[in-house]
Nanobody, 125 residues
């Protein structure tokens, strides 16, 4: 089991960019399918993006397609979420997690574990 630590959040203006990082401990990071989720105040945790262990497949929720890019660097044991054209509705705490299901991704957070502590992203209008 890997341990995950998110970073890179902060305050951005609408239309701006941020790059989130998810640093993993352990030598087996490269074997894991990974996901990004977010949770706004008073709302349920929401799927954002996923990347297959090999890095050759990605999947995004519709609201971030064309604006966010998920990637990974196994040599650095790190996954990234590049967020461009940010909108106020992107404001949330962002989490990364490892996928534990039978496919390579799911939108249900219950199919993930190893959650990090989250990083706050705030987008002002």
């Amino acid at each position: 089991q890997v341990q995950l630590v998110e970073s890179g959040g902060g305050l951005a203006q609408a239309g701006g960019s941020l790059r989130l990082s998810c640093a993993a401990s352990g030598r087996t990071f490269s074997r894991y399918d990974m996901g990004w989720f977010r949770q706004a105040p008073g709302k349920e945790r929401e799927f954002v993006a996923a990347i297959r262990w090999s890095g050759d497949r990605t999947y995004y929720t519709d609201s971030v397609k064309g604006r966010f890019t998920i990637s990974r660097d196994d040599a650095k044991n790190t996954m990234y979420l590049q967020m461009n054209s940010l909108k106020p509705e992107d404001t949330a705490v962002y989490y990364c997690a490892t996928y534990k299901g039978r496919s390579w991704y799911a939108v249900d957070p219950r199919e993930y574990d190893g959650w990090g502590q989250g990083t706050q992203v705030t987008v002002s209008s």
